[in-house]
C-alpha cells in the first residue's frame, strides 16, 4: 500500500514537500511516479523517478520547480514543490510501476491522494 501525506494551503510562491510512504510490501525495483488531479480535470502525469534513483522524467508544467527523489531504505518517495502556483492546486497521488513511465496506466499501486491548495 501507498499513502501520500504532506499536502496543505500555500500561498503562492511557496513550497511544500510531499511523501509517499509505502507498506506491506517494498518497492524497490518500481519506478515511482506522482501523478495529480485538479478539480474538474482529468488525472495527469507530474514526475517519475527509476527504482535506482538514477532517472527522473517531469511534466513540463513543473520543470524546474519540482524535484522527485526516494529513499529506498525508507521506502518513502518525496516531491519537492517550490514556486508555487494557483494552477498547481490539485489532489497529489503517487503511484508504482514496473518501469519509470509517465503513462498512468501503467502504474499498478496508488496511495489515496493528499491535497495541495495554492493560493493566489
Known amino acids: 500500500q501507498l499513502q501520500a501525506f504532506g499536502g496543505g494551503l500555500v500561498q503562492a510562491g511557496g513550497s511544500l514537500r510531499l511523501s509517499c510512504a509505502a507498506s506491506g510490501r517494498t518497492f524497490t525495483y518500481y519506478g515511482m511516479g506522482w501523478f495529480r488531479q485538479a478539480p474538474g480535470k482529468e488525472r495527469e502525469f507530474v514526475a517519475a523517478i527509476s527504482w535506482s534513483d538514477s532517472s527522473t522524467y517531469y511534466a513540463d508544467s513543473v520543470k524546474g520547480r519540482f524535484t522527485i527523489s526516494r529513499d529506498n531504505a525508507k521506502n518513502t518517495l518525496y516531491l519537492q514543490m517550490n514556486s508555487l502556483k494557483p494552477e498547481d492546486t490539485a489532489v497529489y497521488y503517487c503511484?508504482?510501476?514496473?518501469?519509470?513511465?509517465?503513462?498512468?496506466?501503467?502504474?499498478?499501486?496508488w496511495g489515496q491522494g493528499t491535497k495541495v491548495t495554492v493560493s493566489s
Open positions: 503511484a508504482a510501476a514496473k518501469r519509470i513511465t509517465s503513462a498512468d496506466n501503467e502504474y499498478n499501486y
